[in-house]
């Protein structure tokens, strides 16, 4: 028997979706339901790899921790992954498929669908309740025609929406009845009813904005959602995360500066020392000096590298992290970040724009040549102190140059992978998730002088998940969202 499914969409982006959908599948888990995300179409440069060489988002892979399972291709089939303003990587079912701009790749929706009711259907043989999850807004008409991530799955699937709203932001009720207001008749009669998400303060205020929002729309209100703070450790899936205001630790021991360039990936590697009581990680936009009291200044990875070079010169930070460096700080590439260190990127086959070679910024003795084939693998081994690690790698290109005689790393089968500097304060690695392991926290964390680790990262994500299944559990009513589920 197929497994029942709901979806979720929103108003719009960042209105909790993933989150809601994350705790939604460790509650029911917890009933003893075997749950699985779902999602049809999503754009994000967080990524995660899946055991089978795969990749989806970020977010998918968390949902499916939730639901205490393995991540699959198929809970994710399309992944766009934005390399500039205007085009994007396309990832059908886990393997990279082209690359498209925006406007061309309306025209490859209609090929998708097919990729996306054929992982819908997998899932559905294999689970009990399929939560889906819908991408930006459930109201953009300009995009409806052929859609694959809100309605045009919902119709296609027929698959009940719930519509969440976020009153943090202001406007709920415009942006819950307007969506009803734009939506297709067909579309809008699967709307089962909607969530207001993020409240803050007293609910009794906002019983008049409930009914006004439910006569204007038929819809019925399913719950709302106080606020959760704790939110902060777990791994956003939209890089609008990093606008949001952090918390200044003043008095930690170690600073760590981060430059945001606009193409960043994998963003969620920071998660961990930020979580850290100890460290103060501060993320820096262009137009802002880096701190010039940083312990450690990490270049994080990059869906485009060449292009996020061009705006890290454009930002000055290359004259800042030079400076860094003859202060006797230490400098930790990740991907595409590691890729940057480097003395040149050579880009033969035009993957990121213009084939050419660009220089880096000369700080590791070693040349990366971009190719088209991406490498997808979970990883283990060791860091040249003999700390053990996990993680996994996800890039395009080689590099290879002298520093790699000074490899950061072996890997389990005894390849040398990364790079460090002769002084031993500059170095690059393809390895994600590093920081993850608790291990390689603490001796980064004792090295720089912060102190020792305060956390353990694993414990506090599953914490934190199941807090937030009690949290949606007490305002949301999982029975009635059951029974509205087919």
């Given amino acids: 028997m197929a497994a029942r499914a709901i979806m979720f969409q929103g108003t719009g982006s960042d209105v909790g979706k993933s989150l809601i959908v994350a705790g939604l599948a460790r509650a029911y888990t917890r009933q003893g339901l075997r749950v699985l995300p779902f999602k049809p179409q999503n754009m994000s440069n967080n990524a995660a790899v899946t055991a089978?060489?795969?990749e989806i988002g970020r977010a998918q892979a968390l949902q499916a921790r939730a639901a205490g399972v393995a991540p699959s291709v198929h809970m994710n089939p399309i992944l766009l992954k934005p390399q500039s303003q205007i085009g994007a990587q396309v990832v059908v079912q886990g393997?990279?498929?082209g690359t498209a701009k925006a406007a061309a790749y309306q025209g490859m929706k209609p090929q998708m669908l097919p990729f996306v009711l054929d992982s819908f259907a997998r899932l559905r043989e294999n689970a009990d309740l399929i939560l889906v999850e819908g991408a930006g807004s459930a109201s953009e008409i300009n995009l409806r025609r052929h859609d694959i991530a809100n309605m045009g799955f919902a119709r296609a699937a027929n698959v009940p929406v719930v519509i969440i709203g976020d009153i943090d932001r202001g406007g709920v009720i415009a942006s819950l009845v307007g969506t009803k207001a734009v939506l297709d008749a067909e579309d809008a009669a699967l709307v089962a009813g909607f969530i207001i998400n993020k409240f803050r303060g007293d609910p009794s205020l906002f019983i008049a904005g409930k009914d006004a929002i439910v006569a204007a729309t038929g819809w019925?209100?399913?719950?709302f959602v106080p606020y959760f703070p704790e939110a902060r450790h777990?791994?956003?899936e939209d890089a609008l995360a990093l606008d949001h205001a952090k918390e200044r630790r003043v008095d930690a021991k170690l600073k760590i500066a981060v430059p945001i360039?606009?193409?960043?990936?994998?963003?969620?590697?920071?998660?961990?020392l930020e979580a850290e009581s100890n460290v103060n990680l501060v993320r820096v936009h262009p137009g802002t000096a880096l701190p010039g009291d940083?312990?450690?200044v990490i270049l994080p990875g990059s869906k485009t590298t060449i292009a996020d070079l061009a705006a890290l010169r454009e930002g000055g930070f290359d004259i800042d992290i030079a400076a860094h460096v003859r202060r006797g700080g230490v400098v930790l590439g990740l991907c595409g970040g590691y890729q940057m260190l480097g003395k040149t990127i050579t880009d033969p086959s035009g993957i990121e724009g213009p084939a050419g070679t660009v220089p880096g910024l000369g700080?590791?003795?070693v040349e990366t040549v971009l190719s088209p084939e991406k490498r997808l693998t979970l990883s283990r081994g060791t860091t040249r102190e003999g700390m053990p690690f996990s993680g996994y790698e996800m890039h395009m290109g080689m590099t290879e140059g002298p520093d790699r005689a000074r490899p950061f790393a072996h890997l389990a089968d005894g390849t040398p992978e990364g790079a460090v500097s002769v002084n031993g304060r500059v170095l690059g690695t393809y390895i994600h998730g590093l920081f993850a392991d608790d291990k390689q926290r603490a001796a980064w964390l004792a090295r720089l002088?912060?102190?020792p680790a305060t956390i353990a990262y694993d414990e506090l994500v599953e914490t934190t998940l199941d807090r937030l299944a009690a949290h949606l559990t007490t305002f949301i009513d999982l029975d009635r969202l059951l029974t509205l589920a087919r």
Avoid: S
């Avoid at 019925?220 to 719950?223: D, E, M, Y």
């Avoid at 360039?261 to 961990?272: E, G, K, S, W």
């Fill in 52 to 54: 089978d060489g795969g």
């Fill in 95 to 97: 393997r990279v498929h």
């Fill in 220 to 223: 019925p209100a399913l719950g």
């Fill in 234 to 236: 777990l791994p956003a």
């Fill in 261 to 272: 360039l606009p193409q960043i990936a994998n963003f969620d590697d920071l998660d961990p």
């Fill in 294 to 296: 940083a312990d450690l």
């Fill in 363 to 365: 700080l590791l003795d």
């Fill in 449 to 451: 002088g912060g102190g």
